[in-house]
């Protein structure tokens, strides 16, 4: 494969100048608005309501399985999430990475845990 030649010029450098500041300018209001509120919205983590608000997926009617109880979900492309509102709110969790809603490290264990262990254990018994 051969990538065509990209003619540099004043103007095309002018041009990566202004994309590059653009996306600074983008990030640090993507921070701003994380550090504003880092709990995030709508059972989504601060990371993923703030920093990748903007998931690209393909345009297809996409279902899923949720990771914890195996509901189906139906979401109009294929960004899905991995958790249903229902379970995600239920352990803390954010809908679309599962991770922990507050990004924080939890010393006690999540609901989740809790039932699959007294699951194990009446198996055991």
Same mark, same amino acid.
Request: net charge positive.
């Given at each position: 494969?051969?990538?065509?030649?990209?003619?540099?010029?004043?103007?095309?450098?002018?041009?990566?100048?202004?994309?590059?500041?653009? @996306? #600074?300018?983008?990030? &640090?209001?993507?921070?701003?608005?994380?550090?504003?509120?880092?709990?995030?919205?709508?059972?989504?983590?601060?990371?993923?309501? @703030? #920093?990748?608000?903007? &998931?690209?997926g393909g345009a297809a009617i996409t279902s899923a399985e949720c990771g914890l109880c195996d509901a189906t979900m139906t979401f109009g492309s294929t960004s899905v999430d991995t958790t249903c509102p229902g379970c995600a709110r239920d352990n803390g969790l954010c809908r679309h990475c599962a991770a922990d809603i507050e990004l924080k490290e939890r010393r006690n264990p999540y609901p989740f845990q809790s039932a699959s262990k007294s699951t194990t254990n009446e198996g055991r018994e």
């Open positions: 494969m051969h990538s065509r030649k990209r003619v540099v010029t004043r103007s095309t450098v002018a041009l990566a100048n202004a994309r590059a500041k653009g @996306h #600074i300018d983008t990030l &640090r209001a993507k921070l701003l608005a994380f550090e504003a509120n880092p709990a995030g919205d709508n059972g989504y983590c601060g990371y993923c309501t @703030h #920093i990748t608000p903007d &998931r690209i």
